[in-house]
């Protein structure tokens, strides 16, 4: 053993120097490390780099001393675990791993202990199994423990072994693991999990990578696929850069899983930036996954899918099935190309936001799916097939500040937003419907560079999805298609609403007028409750066909053949074009009587 570095402050001196405090739980004193949750943008490798030179204090040893050769063959688990135990036993330090290739089982990280290499281009665990197994896993409660320059190689030896690379597990409440400091570490070739986190705290990432995340198939049922997993109980993590190259669902999770609030909350995480290419390459997936979490924000996000026939996702953010609500989360900007199906998903989110979104060549899975499935960029929606007992979440105020679409035509694009509103319980639940108010999208641009100017893509689209008329009629332009700014609806684009009982379609018609279409018999302009509306027509084309003036009981204007007398009911006030008239017969006011009589032409 070598003795303490002489430079280095010790370990309490040091948490002292970070305002370090004891947490009260009932078996010990644990360190936690204050200010962890700061934003990642101001965070630098320096800081990460203090954190890890602070843990090296005590003994330094090398795993080679106990044992460990390194030629990739024989298992070096054992020694390394030894020199674990022997630097944790005297107060903690440095294990260290020469450049080379540790072929181990499994090792597990001890409080006080930093494991590092010479970089993860230099040092690389090998784990190979034809069994499910967990590669590095601290200790139930371990304190102050790193994970520092070294690649994870996982090598699975049958299609249904189950390998998580890294497990930093608590187990519980009462035992979190509190205090880990991860950098320069890469992991190839999972098989359920490449970073797992469940009842870990204050957790700080200089730079995590990820290769190659598959997943595990038994029974035919996938499991795993998911490169970096924030399960319950994880708190307050710090990430400066994440990059994923190539997972076979999700990119990064952050998961309330089947316990609900407090202790088993995901709260307060922080990355830089991220970087997932090739997201959901065989299962659903999306490149950030945010399922009940609270406060989760990522400076930059940028996420590539590879295949046409699985429903990947940009960002999701999502109520939980057990009734978990992910409120004020962000996503800086948000950069999505060629995934299978939306950019981003909101349902049942609050007060979420995504400053930016700049996505090219989405739904690229979506005639693949079938069933009449449409494609769209953004959907805004309540949150929907929750548990039986659980109320589904409202979707409210959630904002979009730019939204920049660009389709070459690869994918099936049928509309560039859906705010789908009130949506009534799954069948197998008793809750009351949930609905989609006050989302906003300040800015918005489409283009369609294969179809040109006449693609007749449609911009927005608005969805009530009732099945029963108590449920109201969804959303409407005031409280759930709120775009609060420029919105600029390019030539072929169109406006198109569905409330649940008919369609109505705003747009360009070419470039001297524009129409308003709807399947519905009969439409009405109506002013809200004090407010003043003055309609002004300079040069306009108006198509009648049964206009409402006042709502449904006010005067009206109709169309059609022969005399309306006897035969058309309206109110005093009333007008009709008979198209089929002549001289003093062509346009008749309603004069007098409530049903059919009292036409007089004019």
């Known amino acids: ?75 070096d688990g054992p020694a390394i675990r030894s020199a674990i135990a022997a630097v944790n036993a005297a107060g903690g330090g440095v294990v260290e791993l020469p450049p080379g290739t540790y072929a181990f089982d499994y090792i597990t990280i001890k409080s006080n202990v930093t494991l590092r290499g010479a970089g993860r281009g230099a040092t690389v665990l090998k784990l190979s199994t034809t069994a499910d197994a967990n590669g590095l896993v601290p200790d139930a409660g371990a304190t102050s423990i790193g994970l520092v320059g070294f690649k994870v190689l996982c090598v699975a030896g049958a299609a249904t072994t189950k390998i998580t690379a890294i497990d930093l597990d608590g187990q519980d409440a009462g035992t979190p693991i509190v205090g880990v400091v991860v950098d320069d570490v890469e992991i190839e070739g999972a098989t359920f999990c490449s970073f797992f986190t469940s009842y870990a705290e204050d957790i ?19 499991y795993g696929a998911t490169a970096v997993w924030f399960f319950k109980g994880t708190k307050r993590v710090t990430a400066s850069a994440i990059l994923i190259n190539g997972t076979d669902g999700d990119g990064i999770t952050c998961d309330v899983g089947t316990s609900s609030g407090g202790s088993s909350a995901v709260e307060d995480i922080s990355i830089g930036s991220a970087l997932v290419y090739g997201v959901g390459r065989t299962t659903t997936g999306a490149g950030l996954d945010v399922q009940g979490a609270q406060r989760v924000h990522v400076g930059a996000l940028t996420v590539v899918g590879t295949s046409t026939t699985v429903a990947s996702f940009g960002a999701s953010i999502q109520q939980d099935q057990n009734g978990d609500v992910p409120r004020d989360c962000s996503i800086g900007t948000l950069i999505v190309d060629s995934v299978g199906s939306a950019a981003a998903v909101f349902s049942g989110a609050q007060r979420c936001t995504i400053g930016t979104i700049r996505a090219r060549n989405i739904c690229q899975a979506i005639a693949s799916l079938g069933g009449g499935a449409q494609g769209y960029a953004v959907v805004f929606r309540p949150a929907q097939y929750l548990l039986d007992g659980v109320s589904a979440a409202d979707c409210t105020d959630n904002t979009i500040g730019t939204l920049d679409l660009t389709s070459d035509g690869t994918g099936q694009l049928d509309y560039g937003v859906l705010f789908q509103g009130a949506l009534v319980p799954h069948p197998d ?33 608005a969805s009530g999805g009732c099945t029963a008329p108590s449920y109201g009629a969804g959303v409407n332009l005031v409280s759930g298609l709120d775009t609060d700014g420029r919105t600029r609806l390019h030539k072929g684009s169109d406006l198109k609403v569905d409330t649940g009982y008919g369609t109505c379609q705003i747009g360009p018609g070419s470039a001297t007028y524009c129409h308003f279409t709807t399947d519905r018999d009969n439409f009405y302009f109506q002013k809200t409750s004090g407010a003043t509306v003055n309609s002004y027509f300079n040069g306009a084309v108006i198509a009648i066909g049964g206009v409402y003036n006042g709502g449904s009981g006010g005067p009206t204007w109709t169309k059609g053949t022969g005399t309306p007398e006897g035969v058309v009911t309206a109110p005093v006030g009333s007008m009709f074009s008979r198209t089929d008239g002549g001289a003093g017969t062509t346009l008749y006011v309603k004069q007098s009587g409530s049903g059919n009589t009292g036409w007089a032409a004019k």
């Open 1 to 75: 053993m070598s003795t303490p570095r002489a430079s280095l402050p010790t370990l309490r001196a040091f948490m002292g120097s970070l305002a370090l405090k004891r947490t009260t739980t009932k078996t010990n004193g644990l360190y936690k490390l204050q200010g962890m949750g700061q934003d990642p943008m101001t965070q630098s490798d320096t800081d990460v780099m203090d954190v890890v030179n602070a843990l090296i204090d005590g003994v330094t040893v090398s795993a080679k001393s106990y044992g460990a050769v390194a030629d990739g063959v024989t298992n």
């Open 204 to 222: 700080q990432i200089g730079k995590l990578y990820v290769t190659d995340q598959q997943h595990a198939t038994v029974l035919g049922i996938t």
């Open 429 to 461: 639940t008793s809750t009351t419907p949930s609905s989609c108010l006050r989302n906003r999208i300040c800015d918005a641009r489409f283009i369609d560079s294969a179809h040109g100017p006449t693609s007749g893509l449609a911009n927005f689209s």
